[in-house]
Each structure stands twice: as structure tokens, then as C-alpha cells.
T-cell receptor, first 111, second 115 residues
Framework: QKEVEQNSGPLSVPEGAIASLNCTYSDRVSQSFFWYRQYSGKSPELIMS????GDKEDGRFTAQLNKASQYVSLLIRDSQPSDSATYLC???????????FGAGTILRVKS | DTEVTQTPKHLVMGMTNKKSLKCEQH?????MYWYKQKAKKPPELMFVYSYEKLSINESVPSRFSPECPNSSLLNLHLHALQPEDSALYLC??????????????FGSGTQLSVL
């Protein structure tokens, strides 16, 4: 079982719709969760972090965490063509410096 | 300023060459990382330096040699690489706490091609 799992996609949504990206993780001691956006040929860019159960909102982005189900998600409201990218879920234990990435979900927003 | 600077942006080298990748940050971060990313794959951790000491080596072949001369600089020395080592090499930094909540910020990467 992979440590961090994501559906590779592509996930296609029309412009203006809500995009929902999901991630599950296997290590119960994981404490910190991050979403990175990566455009083709570019480096990962941090867009959200979440540490406690529940929702965290930042602009058009909402991260959701459920530690009991070992599940983290990212919602993108009012999706724009510029949101088309690969979204990487990353997980970190409480101690140590190791950040483990999922394989990423390709998002395509069609105008 | 959340900038991590990597040089060069592109590098082509032969299998007998020796080259170095450089990374610099001026955010006062005390942890620095090397990741390797193959096309259409996630970044894979190679090395972590914490307070200028190597804290994680993910069983990387010895043809990759990291160096952290000071808290702002990180190098990756390359020698006798193989074509399968061609990838995007990413440097990242974070504040250096081990409490888990710190965020990693990535540089723009070095696209390496080994011929």
C-alpha cells in the first residue's frame, strides 16, 4: 500500500464549477497535510496546509481533513482554466523532516 | 521573500563528467532538501540537511554527493551519472523545526539530462 494515494485523473471540470481532489494516507501518525500545485515543467507551489480535523478555507480553496478516515481533500470553487495543473497531496509525520508526496491528480478546467 | 534559487536551470552532462547543482535561500531557514522528480511522477526525497547536518539520506547512490557549506547554501555534486538519472532536481527549504507543521518551499529546479 502506498503511503499517500491520489487518483491520477485527469479530472475534467467546466469553468466555474467546483473541482474536488482527494487523497488518502496510510500512516496514522501523520500530522501535517499539504496541497501543492505543479504546472507542467515547473516546480511545486504550496497552496494549502491543514493540521486539524475539519475545513480550512483560503480564497477559492478549501482543504478538508478527516484523520479518523485518513482522508484529506481539496476543493477549488469557481474553477478557472489557469487552475489546470497537477495537484500533489503531501503528508508529514509529527516529528522529522520527511514530506511524502502522492502521485498527483491532473486537473483540467475547460472553458 | 519566499525564494529558493537554483542554478543552473538546465544542465546536460556526459556520463564521465563531474558537475554541481547549487541552491540558495535567504529566508533564515535551517532545513534544506534535495528532491528528484521524473516526468509524470511525484517528487522523491533524496537528502535532508537540518542545521547544516545531514539528517536523512534516502539510500541515494554515491554518485550523488550532497554538501551544505552553510545555512543558506546547498550543493549536489554529480559524478559518473547514468542516463536514468535524467530528471528535474528540486531544492527546497523549511524553517527547520522538527514539530511537523513547517512548510517546504521549492526552488524552480534544475532540469538535468545525462547523455
Amino acid at each position: 500500500q502506498k503511503e499517500v494515494e491520489q487518483n491520477s485523473g485527469p479530472l475534467s471540470v467546466p469553468e466555474g464549477a467546483i473541482a474536488s481532489l482527494n487523497c488518502t494516507y496510510s500512516d496514522r501518525v501523520s500530522q501535517s497535510f499539504f496541497w501543492y500545485r505543479q504546472y507542467s515543467g515547473k516546480s511545486p507551489e504550496l497552496i494549502m496546509s491543514i493540521y486539524s480535523n475539519g475545513d480550512k478555507e483560503d480564497g477559492r480553496f478549501t482543504a478538508q481533513l478527516n484523520k479518523a478516515s485518513q482522508y484529506v481533500s481539496l476543493l477549488i470553487r469557481d474553477s478557472q482554466p489557469s487552475d489546470s495543473a497537477t495537484y500533489l497531496c503531501a503528508v508529514k509525520r509529527e516529528y522529522g523532516n520527511k514530506l511524502v508526496f502522492g502521485a498527483g491528480t491532473i486537473l483540467r478546467v475547460k472553458s | 521573500d519566499t525564494e529558493v534559487t537554483q542554478t543552473p536551470k538546465h544542465l546536460v552532462m556526459g556520463m564521465t563528467n563531474k558537475k554541481s547543482l547549487k541552491c540558495e535561500q535567504h529566508m533564515g531557514h535551517r532545513a534544506m532538501y534535495w528532491y528528484k522528480q521524473k516526468a509524470k511522477k511525484p517528487p522523491e526525497l533524496m537528502f535532508v540537511y537540518s542545521y547544516e547536518k545531514l539528517s536523512i539520506n534516502e539510500s541515494v547512490p554515491s554518485r550523488f554527493s550532497p554538501e551544505c557549506p552553510n545555512s543558506s547554501l546547498l550543493n549536489l555534486h554529480l559524478h559518473a551519472l547514468q542516463p536514468e538519472d535524467s530528471a528535474l532536481y528540486l531544492c527546497a527549504s523549511s524553517q527547520g523545526w522538527t514539530g511537523g507543521r513547517e512548510k517546504l518551499f521549492f526552488g524552480s529546479g534544475t532540469q538535468l539530462s545525462v547523455l
